[in-house]
């Protein structure tokens, strides 16, 4: 099946650093990906769409200039948490859907397994 | 408004038993899947089962069956004898639009459901 792979698992780091999450699609090409925020005990809320070759849509209320996505090949989308404070630590995911899955909706996203984030 | 609502914040189901976990929905697109998403612990997220508005029966899937109630705009998870490794939370999510371009999934609170031996 497709696999998504999401480095690192977690990762802790100090207050102002800024920290690059990867996600890779194994087995499959992804024109598109999603990154999305998870708090403790909360739903998944969409951050942004990224877009290979093209800048990534954000959802309103996410700072742009704060989480910088790139999408520059169909395997691989980065997230980077620019100057981290402690409110941006949480469980960060990214999902990416096979590009020849286009025409058919029943075909669902594959996600990663997870970044876990903390900042002190 | 909420387009997916999970009522159910938490529950417990007696190893072997059936469980039904609710989802309704809110969309005005005709076309439009709906997602059931199992988390663990661990944080992976895991498809479980998909629904689309067209299809005609309801989507069963081993022990995962989904009640799709299209008039009332409900899509509930029926997980049959259930077993420990059940024991996660569970996400209902809702994809807009059958083209490429209304891929976007929204997903409802989750329910934790907790298995008892």
């Known amino acids: 099946g497709a696999v998504v792979s999401q480095h690192p698992s977690w990762v802790i780091c100090k207050s102002g650093t800024s920290v690059k999450i990867e996600c890779r699609s194994l087995?499959?090409?992804?024109?598109?990906m999603f990154w999305y925020r998870q708090f403790p005990k909360q739903s998944l809320m969409l951050m942004a769409t990224s877009n290979e070759g093209s800048k990534a849509t954000y959802e309103q209320g996410v700072e742009k200039d704060k989480f910088l996505i790139n999408h520059a090949s169909l395997t691989l989308s980065t997230l980077t948490v620019t100057s981290a404070h402690p409110e941006d630590s949480s469980f960060y995911i990214c999902?990416?859907?096979?590009?020849?899955?286009?025409?058919?909706?029943?075909?669902?996203?594959?996600f990663g397994d997870g970044t876990r984030l903390s900042i002190l | 408004a909420q387009k997916i609502t999970q009522t159910q914040p938490g529950m417990f189901v007696q190893e072997k038993e059936a469980v039904t976990l609710d989802c309704t929905y809110d969309t005005s697109d005709p076309s439009y899947g709906l997602f059931w998403y199992k988390q663990p612990s661990s944080g992976e997220m895991i498809f479980l089962i998909y629904?689309?508005?067209?299809?005609?029966q309801n989507a069963t899937e081993g022990r995962y069956s989904l009640n799709f109630q299209k008039a009332r705009k409900s899509a509930n998870l029926v997980i049959s004898a259930s077993q420990l490794g059940d024991s996660a939370m569970y996400f209902c999510?809702?994809?807009?639009?059958?083209?490429?371009?209304?891929?976007?999934?929204?997903f409802g609170g989750g329910t934790r459901v907790l298995v008892k031996p």
């Open positions: 999902s990416a859907r096979d590009f020849r899955d286009r025409e058919y909706s029943n075909q669902p996203q594959h």
């Open positions: 999510a809702m994809r807009e639009g059958l083209r490429a371009a209304g891929n976007k999934l929204t």
């Open positions: 629904q689309g508005s067209y299809d005609q």
């Open positions: 087995d499959f090409q992804a024109t598109t």
